[in-house]
């Protein structure tokens, strides 16, 4: 007697613990994060980030990579981007600061090196006691000395590759690259490898540029802008040659969506059909004759 009033005892006490275990459960599955996905082309490039000091620096900046990811939620935002070589950033001085009276400072350029953060190459230049990154021109060496100036003369000045002048101060014509978009802003317009803008006219304090989109702006002639073309021009051409270069440049894969043959939006190629032979067209029925005569 004693053991069955132990066992209903304890399924007495089982039961109400099998009814709350199933509630309990609904109820978590029910919880949700809610999680703002960022879109991509909003400025952010999930791609890296480069990790800043305080003070301007010629040593490379370490880096932290996202592969696509965001960096707040975690999630996927760019799928085009995973892997890639390890990189060095170089952190590049935008702002061309010349006198602005007399003579034009001068610079030197002690070494012309790749950056694998950009297209273009990047020129190491001394001023004075001074270090700091630019983007090389298509002809400049080590050992080249450029002008920079915010000296706007009566007669345009002749400059060279990688001379820095006012758009004031520049001849009708002049290739053009590190533009500034506003005066006393960094010069943010046209970066990209082998590209360069065109000084095309002059009207009232206003230059206009053409930029490699072949649209025309016009600034204030006080904008600097850095002579010349950008180097690394055949960039564009440059031939990939195996997914593995291609996994190596930072770009991720995306096998299986897309085949020649027979893949989801490739062209079908497929066997003709066989030869038909074209039949004569059928005969006509013969009309059924009906007689009403009562024979």
């Known amino acids: 007697m004693q053991n069955l009033t132990r066992l209903f005892n304890c399924s007495l006490t089982l039961q109400p613990q099998r009814v709350v275990a199933p509630v ?49 939620s975690g999630r996927v935002v760019a799928k085009g981007i995973g892997g890639g070589i390890k990189q060095q950033y170089r952190w590049i001085k935008w702002v061309r600061d010349g006198p602005t009276e007399g003579s034009a400072q001068e610079e030197r350029v002690v070494e012309v090196l790749n950056d694998g953060c950009r297209t273009a190459k990047v020129a190491l230049v001394a001023v004075g006691d001074e270090l700091k990154y630019i983007l090389a021109t298509e002809n400049m060496k080590a050992g080249d000395i450029l002008k920079t100036s915010r000296v706007i003369p009566r007669i345009p000045v002749r400059p060279n590759d990688g001379d820095a002048y006012p758009l004031g101060a520049l001849p009708v014509g002049t290739r053009i690259h590190c533009l500034e978009k506003n005066p006393n802003q960094p010069c943010h317009l046209i970066h990209a490898a082998g590209t360069f803008g065109t000084i095309l006219r002059k009207f009232d304090d206003k230059v206009v540029v053409q930029l490699p989109s072949k649209r025309e702006f016009a600034f204030d002639r006080t904008c600097m802008a850095t002579v010349g073309r950008l180097s690394n021009v055949e960039h564009n051409k440059e031939h990939v040659g195996s997914a593995q270069r291609m996994r190596e440049l930072g770009n991720r894969p995306r096998s299986g969506l897309w085949k020649r043959k027979e893949g989801k939006h490739g062209r079908k190629i497929r066997r003709l059909p066989p030869m038909t032979t074209i039949a004569p067209p059928p005969a006509a029925k013969e009309q059924e004759l009906r007689l009403t005569l009562n024979l």
Request: net charge positive; no cysteine.
């Open 24 to 72: 309990a459960l609904q109820q978590l599955r029910t919880k949700t994060k809610v999680v703002e996905k960022p879109k991509p082309g909003a400025g952010q490039q999930f791609r890296r980030i480069v990790h800043f000091p305080e003070e301007y620096t010629v040593v490379p900046l370490k880096i932290t990579h996202l592969a696509g990811r965001d960096p707040i």
